[in-house]
């Protein structure tokens, strides 16, 4: 009935009158969107994924392939040699390990922390409770740099410059403001307080509701904080060059961009494209283990 | 099983009192409601019992010990809440047994107390599933067995069955009464029902803007609402009021209503005199249709809704609206004007000004 009536529908009563709009088109005209979003898709596919295939493409040619002109947009003499000469020139693995100690102790730390703080400011009112929120979101105005040298003073004072201490306190408290803000909607928003009241009445104190119900309950928020903490930390090289930039304590990125800066790049082009491709691995793996939760836990406090 | 008192009890939130001065005893074993429309404190009074909220002033006691310091798990309380509060990653006997674990008992033991709830809210083939999977009345029978599965001194019941169908509320109001009727322990429960606090208390609180109104057995709040709150409150349909004020002399007194015609009332001592201004009470089962020469009144009907086994005719008169609930099923149309006759045995007054009630009426 309905197909009818709409192939009865008379044309010439103005263009406005029979469209529906939105994808409810035409046939041609939804064919003709539907070519127009691959098409931007795949073109901020390509924009965004060329320098990485480069790095994946330039860590298996060998030099030569590499400088060749024009540029071989794959490998012509297809070669893993890059990889196993690669800790001849740089201490990649030992890097890599000082970075998942670094943002792997941040990411706990930082969790750890702002589930507890995120807790109090989502279930409890107190005097000062609302200049605290507005402290925690005004330090996300500050411009990173501007707090470079009064963050190194601090850190050298307290005689924890290069050191694994200091630099996971520095980066702790850089995604602090971020873990409290995002816990704490979502405590508020997927978490009853009925649930931690029944707890109270079960026998809890207030400490071992939250940890026996209400963390249990939050895994998703707490695996998109450890993740967002985990990797700023990994990605970080300003911070970690400045704090932390001594022979074999240097993280990942500062490791290669010291090696790029030595001239490796140059001379041992595929090796440091090889070791960028490797420090990217551990990031990958955590992402891809965790998706599934971060995804979840950053769109469970948008939408009740 | 144990007795509550509560001695003065208030509770303020800055400046706003939520519930002043409230003194009330539950004896041991008693099946207590408070009912009471939304806002009037009943939940905050449950709440304070609970020790989910402190008092501002007073006292409360549970067996005779004075509980306004202690936390809920010192005061051997188990609450049932209105979203259930069921733990979403634990299992039903885990929800179930989770208080037991606390308590540090042996495995053996919260199994063996486990699995005799369970058998009692027949929960047993449930026990593997977590609430996620479980309906509605299943989920709310697993939050009765967390509670009875501790065997505490007096059960909280925080509006349990108002997210149920209509069916599985009139179900698990009978599994409740029968359920205390086996265990015998002191139970608070809240509500905003008043079918549910007149079918399953042994005493009713009815509550408003944080004051007990009456204190009583359901039979004695229907039959003798000790003002009008009370009276319009309790009973489904509700009351019928008719303002007016009374005429004649002792003995031969009316009630002359806001559009002058008058009501005669019955002969005995009704604690009336000419010229008090008073509201009437009827309950819409004590009027019957057609004119029996008693106190009558000539109703405009607007709706007649038939239930099958009796018929609610509404309607006006004198400018107030009347609700009648008839036997069986009367051939009245809508528009009609309908003589109904007014059970003499039974009318309520109460004062204009105060909505207190009047003398030995009724």
Same mark, same amino acid.
């Given at each position: ?16 009158? %029979? ?19 691959? $098409? ?11 320098? $990485?295939?480069?790095?994946?493409? !330039? ?23 890059? @990889? ?14 000082? !970075?998942?100690? $670094? ?12 589930? !507890? ?88 104190? @207030? ?17 998109? $904080? ?20 001594? %022979? ?48 979840? %836990?950053?769109?469970? %406090?948008?939408?009740? | ?16 009192? /939520?519930?002043?001065? #409230? ?28 020790? #989910? ?29 209105? *979203? ?58 697993? /939050? ?33 009464? *029968? ?56 009973? *489904? ?27 005669? #009332? ?11 201004? &008073? ?20 109703? &405009? ?43 003499? /045995? ?7 000004? *105060? ?8």
């Amino acid at each position: 009935m309905t197909t009818t009536t709409t192939e009865h529908m008379p044309r010439a009563t103005g263009r406005r009158s %029979g469209r529906k709009g939105g994808f409810a088109r035409s046939r041609n005209a939804d064919r003709l969107t539907r070519a127009i979003v691959i $098409v931007v898709t795949v073109l901020a596919l390509v924009y965004i994924l060329l320098p $990485v295939y480069w790095m994946v493409k !330039s860590s298996f040619q060998t030099n030569a392939d590499i400088r060749a002109l024009p540029p071989h947009w794959y490998p012509h003499e297809f070669t893993i040699q890059a @990889y196993l000469d690669m800790t001849y020139v740089i201490p990649i693995w030992r890097y890599i390990l000082n !970075s998942i100690y $670094v943002a792997a102790a941040a990411a706990i730390l930082s969790t750890l922390i702002g589930c !507890s703080a995120a807790y109090v400011l989502a279930r409890f009112r107190f005097p000062g409770m609302t200049l605290c929120l507005v402290a925690i979101l005004a330090t996300q105005l500050i411009p990173p740099i501007t707090r470079a040298f009064p963050l190194y003073s601090a850190i050298q004072s307290a005689g924890l410059l290069n050191s694994y201490t200091g630099i996971i306190i520095a980066y702790a408290g850089f995604s602090l403001p971020f873990c409290v803000m995002l816990l704490r909607g979502y405590f508020m928003n997927n978490c009853p307080p009925d649930l931690e009241e029944a707890a109270l009445v079960d026998g809890c104190s @207030y400490f071992s509701a939250f940890w026996r119900i209400i963390l249990p309950i939050s895994l998703p928020g707490l695996a998109a $904080v450890t993740i967002f903490t985990f990797l700023n930390a990994w990605n970080d090289f300003l911070w970690a060059s400045l704090l932390l930039n001594q %022979g074999d304590m240097k993280t990942v990125q500062v490791g290669i961009g010291d090696f790029s800066g030595e001239g490796g790049n140059v001379r041992y082009i595929s090796m440091f494209m090889a070791a960028c491709v490797t420090a990217t691995i551990p990031a990958l793996i955590m992402f891809l283990f965790v998706q599934r939760w971060l995804v979840s %836990g950053l769109t469970a %406090g948008s939408v009740k | 099983m144990a007795h509550i008192s509560l001695r003065q009890v208030t509770k303020k939130y800055g400046r706003f009192v /939520a519930v002043p001065d #409230l003194s009330l005893e539950v004896a041991e074993g008693e099946f207590l409601i408070l009912v009471g429309p939304s806002g009037c404190g009943k939940s905050t009074l449950l709440r304070m019992l609970a020790g #989910l909220e402190s008092v501002t002033h007073g006292e409360i006691a549970i067996g005779g010990e004075v509980v306004n310091d202690q936390m809920p798990r010192q005061r051997d309380i188990a609450m049932v809440f209105q *979203s259930y509060a069921l733990y979403p990653h634990m299992t039903v006997a885990q929800n179930m047994g989770f208080s037991l674990k606390l308590d540090r008992c042996s495995k053996a033991e919260i199994e063996e107390r486990v699995a005799a709830a369970a058998e009692i809210l027949a929960l047993t083939p449930l026990l593997d599933r977590k609430p996620a999977q479980l309906s509605g009345g299943q989920r709310q029978r697993v /939050a009765m067995g967390r509670a009875i599965v501790r065997d505490p001194k007096v059960f909280l019941f925080d509006e349990p069955l108002s997210n149920l169908d209509a069916k599985l509320r009139v179900q698990m109001r009978a599994e409740i009464k *029968s359920l205390h009727y086996r265990l015998k322990t002191t139970i608070v429960y809240v509500t905003h029902d008043q079918v549910e606090a007149m079918t399953m208390a042994d005493r009713i609180v009815v509550m408003n803007a944080g004051n007990i109104e009456q204190v009583g057995t359901p039979l004695e709040l229907y039959d003798r609402p000790m003002n009008r709150f009370v009276a319009e409150f309790l009973g *489904s349909p509700s009351m019928n009021m008719l303002p007016g004020e009374i005429t004649g002399a002792a003995g031969a007194l009316s009630l002359r209503l806001a559009d002058g015609s008058s009501i005669a #009332l019955p002969g005995r001592d009704l604690g009336l005199a000419p010229g008090d201004r &008073v509201t009437m009470g009827v309950r819409p089962e004590h009027m019957t249709i057609g004119d029996t020469g008693g106190m009558g009144l000539d109703i &405009v009907v607007d709706v007649t809704e038939p239930t099958g086994s009796d018929t609610l005719l509404i309607g006006r008169a004198a400018d107030c609206a009347i609700t009648c609930e008839l036997d069986g099923r009367p051939d009245v149309r809508m528009g009609e004007t309908a003589r109904v006759t007014i059970d003499p /045995a039974h009318l309520h007054f109460f004062d204009e000004d *105060s909505g207190r009630r009047i003398g030995a009426a009724g």
